[in-house]
Antibody, heavy 118, light 110 residues
Framework: QVQLVQSGAEVKKPGASVKVSCKASGYTFTSYGLNWVRQAPGQGLEWMGWISGYNGNTNYAQKLQGRVTMTTDTSTSTVYMELRSLRSDDTAVYYC???????????WGQGTMVIVSS | EIVLTQSPGTLSLSPGERATLSCRASQSVSSNYLAWYQQKPGQAPRLLISGASSRATGIPDRFSGSGSGTDFTLTISRLEPEDFAVYYCQQYGSSPPLFTFGPGTKVDIK
């Protein structure tokens, strides 16, 4: 079945970096783009950025420009999201999600909790 | 940047009642690329509706989406116990940011 499986929870100190992985299976990886969406505790959903599974092109949310990098490894059908210079307000659940043909997010990973605390 | 506003913030209803959720965009949503998601506590969001009115695979027909341009509606015809959750709308636009979410509507049990 089509699924996205993310790496496990992380605890980081302010100023550090975190890299979260998302492994896709059950579909042709290069035929779809993937997004990262985060959700701070008790808050709504925030789109972080998109990466093409075909050629690795990216489009990041302006507020995260310069701190976030998304990459792909087509040999393992895995997408990575690295966030640098972590702050306490980066504490959130981070989701990877596939973009469907009509630009909706049809498949979601299980989420990865990232806690930033000194 | 297109801003999405959802109303009401909270909707208190009983099982069997009809729920009407609104999503309003600050500018016209291109090609009606408007989607709706359901999220339950501790779970990832689930796609309900895409293209403003197309139900996603496996979504019951009590869920329906309508609207165009700047005004969109998600209707749940008869609430089941498992429908009490938070609902988000989301749009895709050709100008940055690529995707935006509304703040959500919580449907809780009256």
């Amino acid at each position: 079945q089509v699924q996205l499986v993310q790496s496990g929870a992380e605890v980081k100190k302010p100023g550090a970096s975190v890299k979260v992985s998302c492994k896709a299976s059950g579909y042709t990886f290069t035929s779809y783009g993937l997004n990262w969406v985060r959700q701070a505790p008790g808050q709504g959903l925030e789109w972080m950025g998109w990466i093409s599974g075909y050629n690795g092109n990216t489009n990041y949310a302006q507020k995260l420009q310069g701190r976030v990098t998304m990459t792909t490894d087509t040999s393992t059908s895995t997408v990575y999201m690295e966030l640098r210079s972590l702050r306490s307000d980066d504490t959130a659940v981070y989701y990877c999600t596939r973009t469907s043909g009509d630009h909706a997010f049809d498949i979601w990973g299980q989420g990865t909790m990232v806690i930033v605390s000194s | 940047e297109i801003v999405l506003t959802q109303s009401p913030g909270t909707l208190s209803l009983s099982p069997g009642e009809r729920a009407t959720l609104s999503c309003r965009a600050s500018q016209s949503v291109s090609s009606n690329y408007l989607a709706w998601y359901q999220q339950k506590p501790g779970q990832a969001p689930r796609l309900l509706i895409s293209g403003a009115s197309s139900r996603a695979t496996g979504i019951p027909d009590r869920f329906s989406g309508s609207g165009s341009g700047t005004d969109f509606t998600l209707t749940i015809s008869r609430l089941e116990p498992e429908d009490f959750a938070v609902y988000y709308c989301q749009q895709y636009g050709s100008s940055p940011p690529l995707f935006t979410f509304g703040p959500g509507t919580k449907v809780d049990i009256k």
